[in-house]
Nanobody
Framework: QVQLVESGGGWVQAGGSLRLSCAAS????????MGWFRQAPGKEREFVGTISTAGGSTDYADSVKGRFTISRDNAKNTVYLQLNSLKPEDTALYYC?????????????WGQGTQVTVSS
């Protein structure tokens, strides 16, 4: 059974930082592209960023580019999202997701999310 478990969310003041983690189990982590998404109350889920299977390539939404960084440790089956210079509009439930490397389109597996709240 595949599980993706996010952690590291919390409350932070604007300008602060958080580091989210997503621990994966039940899959061969190193062959999965990992993505981060977020959903704010009353809004649709949006793409935050993605990292390739070996971690050599990343892509980010324009809204977070230069502030957020995705990394992964395949030995620990974990992907990270470093959130810096946080803004109130970054407040959302943050999800990680896994998609088999080489595939496009929908992600195969999703976590339950971790809440990030940024106060002004």
């Amino acid at each position: 059974q595949v599980q993706l478990v996010e952690s590291g969310g919390g409350w932070v003041q604007a300008g602060g930082s958080l580091r989210l983690s997503c621990a994966a189990s039940g899959l061969t982590f190193s062959i999965y592209t990992m993505g981060w998404f977020r959903q704010a109350p009353g809004k649709e889920r949006e793409f935050v960023g993605t990292i390739s299977t070996a971690g050599g390539s990343t892509d980010y939404a324009d809204s977070v580019k230069g502030r957020f960084t995705i990394s992964r440790d395949n030995a620990k089956n974990t992907v990270y999202l470093q959130l810096n210079s946080l803004k109130p509009e970054d407040t959302a439930l943050y999800y990680c997701a896994a998609r088999r490397g080489g595939k496009r389109g929908a992600y195969d597996y999703w976590g339950q999310g971790t809440q990030v709240t940024v106060s002004s």
